[in-house]
């Protein structure tokens, strides 16, 4: 546990991160599936999808992609906006209550609860933990999307195996752990839905949940 818990950084501890991502994971793929292919987090997916609705004059379409593209803006500069003006060495656990709150919330909610709604709040909260949570051990990464940790865990491989740069193995073995947990999060999902409809949610709103908890009770423990 002391590895993957950096007692002196807690906010860039491995085990947060790994949880943070595969939950990231789990709700971009349940609101790929469940809102009709519109991404909570991945907001390159969907301006190309905001393009093609635009191009097929799918008013719907654009209004799905175009309010998760402003919420996630949004919730980004609500970390800013707190990280300035929060007087707490706590701000981090405020930062991962919206995401905690609209998870819990849409698990009670119908499967025609309207996605133009929903999926904005998602994003919002989904911005706010990447912002707060943007290192693993010292490297930057991303909890909601992976294609740059994809990239950074080939470029640490490849500098590993091919120039013996033994420097680069930690950060290739970290960027790995993402990418997989990511990549898990959005598999188990996509699995589950059928079954739990809103209520999936509910497993990855649990894990972030243990992860801001888990946070909070260590830097209070760091501190003491």
């Given at each position: 546990?002391?590895?993957?818990?950096?007692?002196?950084?807690?906010?860039?501890?491995?085990?947060?991160?790994?949880?943070?991502?595969?939950?990231?994971?789990?709700?971009?793929?349940?609101?790929?599936?469940?809102?009709?292919?519109?991404?909570?987090?991945?907001?390159?997916?969907?301006?190309?999808?905001?393009?093609?609705?635009?191009?097929?004059?799918?008013?719907?379409?654009?209004?799905?992609?175009?309010?998760?593209?402003?919420?996630?803006?949004?919730?980004?500069?609500?970390?800013?906006?707190?990280?300035?003006?929060?007087?707490?060495?706590?701000?981090?656990?405020?930062?991962?209550?919206?995401?905690?709150?609209?998870?819990?919330?849409?698990?009670?909610?119908?499967?025609?609860?309207?996605?133009?709604?929903?999926?904005?709040?998602?994003?919002?909260?989904?911005?706010?933990?990447?912002?707060?949570?943007?290192?693993?051990?010292?490297?930057?990464?991303?909890?909601?999307?992976?294609?740059?940790?994809?990239?950074?865990?080939?470029?640490?491989?490849?500098?590993?195996?091919?120039?013996?740069?033994?420097?680069?193995?930690?950060?290739?073995?970290?960027?790995?752990?993402?990418?997989i947990c990511f990549t898990l999060g959005a598999i188990i999902s996509a699995q589950l839905l059928p079954f739990?409809?809103?209520?999936?949610?509910?497993?990855?709103?649990?894990?972030?949940?243990?992860?801001?908890?888990?946070?909070?009770?260590?830097?209070?423990?760091?501190?003491?």
């Amino acid at each position: 546990m002391d590895k993957l818990i950096n007692y002196q950084k807690p906010a860039e501890a491995r085990l947060f991160a790994l949880l943070l991502t595969f939950s990231g994971g789990f709700i971009d793929a349940f609101t790929y599936i469940k809102c009709g292919r519109t991404m909570a987090a991945a907001q390159t997916g969907n301006i190309i999808f905001l393009s093609a609705a635009l191009a097929n004059h799918n008013f719907l379409g654009v209004v799905d992609r175009l309010g998760s593209l402003i919420a996630f803006i949004l919730g980004l500069a609500m970390v800013s906006i707190l990280h300035a003006h929060l007087r707490t060495d706590y701000w981090r656990v405020v930062c991962l209550l919206p995401i905690l709150l609209v998870g819990a919330i849409i698990g009670f909610l119908p499967d025609s609860f309207p996605d133009y709604l929903m999926v904005p709040a998602v994003s919002f909260g989904l911005a706010m933990q990447s912002a707060a949570f943007s290192k693993i051990e010292g490297l930057g990464y991303n909890s909601v999307f992976t294609s740059g940790s994809v990239k950074k865990a080939a470029v640490a491989w490849s500098e590993y195996y091919f120039h013996h740069d033994r420097s680069q193995r930690s950060a290739a073995f970290s960027y790995l752990m993402i990418v997989i947990c990511f990549t898990l999060g959005a598999i188990i999902s996509a699995q589950l839905l059928p079954f739990f409809r809103m209520k999936t949610i509910w497993i990855a709103t649990f894990l972030i949940l243990v992860t801001d908890s888990s946070y909070y009770l260590t830097k209070k423990n760091a501190k003491n």
